[in-house]
């Protein structure tokens, strides 16, 4: 089985190194962690995606390395679309990115904190306009802030830690606001009415 998950790593790597420089518009690894393989994603294959202009990124499965996803993924400035689903990995977003054209970020089976959550994390997403949470840990969460400009959709779904928090939401475009949680729970809403 090692040997496999090897040939098939190195396929991936010769794909990559064979590719052109044009720009990819969609990068999707889908590596199940249910596998016999052990199959990683490899932080040098999304470093591959972000100098090829990738506008849709979707990343299902583990982390190879045990460190964060690499800091050229939250400056990447072509990406319109990023998509996580990265089973029990915390995410931890670096003290300074900017991600200006991003529209749709959507988060699944991750570990959040507060400080992977913070309340400035928004600016740095000014194009914003969905947010996808879903079967994501929020255990250290009192309150979870979400605040942009631009946001029009907001959903959440089954995230475990959320029986005793609140929601507090800033977004002046807001038109769909979805929470699956089963729980009830205290929504503040600072959404100026429409004209």
Not at 141 to 156: E, N
């Amino acid at each position: 089985m090692e040997r496999k998950r090897d040939d098939f790593m190195n396929f991936i790597n010769q794909v990559l190194a064979h590719h052109d420089e044009s720009d990819i518009h969609v990068f999707e690894f889908c590596l199940s962690t249910s596998n016999h393989y052990n199959f990683q994603i490899k932080n040098d294959w999304i470093v591959f995606a972000v100098r090829h202009n990738v506008k849709k990124l979707v990343l299902y499965g583990s982390i190879d390395e045990v460190q964060n996803l690499p800091d050229c993924l939250f400056a990447c400035k072509s990406l319109v679309k990023l998509e996580l689903a990265l089973v029990d990995d915390v995410l931890v977003w670096p003290r300074k990115f900017e991600l200006p054209n991003l529209r749709k970020l959507s988060l699944k089976f991750l570990v959040l904190s507060e400080l992977g959550l913070r309340q400035d994390l928004y600016p740095s997403l000014p194009a914003l306009e969905k947010l996808s949470i879903f079967f994501c840990n929020i255990d250290s969460f009192k309150v979870l802030c979400v605040s942009a400009a631009r946001l029009k959709t907001f959903i959440m779904c089954s995230c475990p830690g959320m029986d005793g928090c609140s929601i507090s939401i800033q977004a002046p475009n807001l038109m769909q606001f979805i929470d699956t949680g089963g729980v009830r729970r205290c929504y503040d809403f600072d959404i100026p009415p429409h004209s």
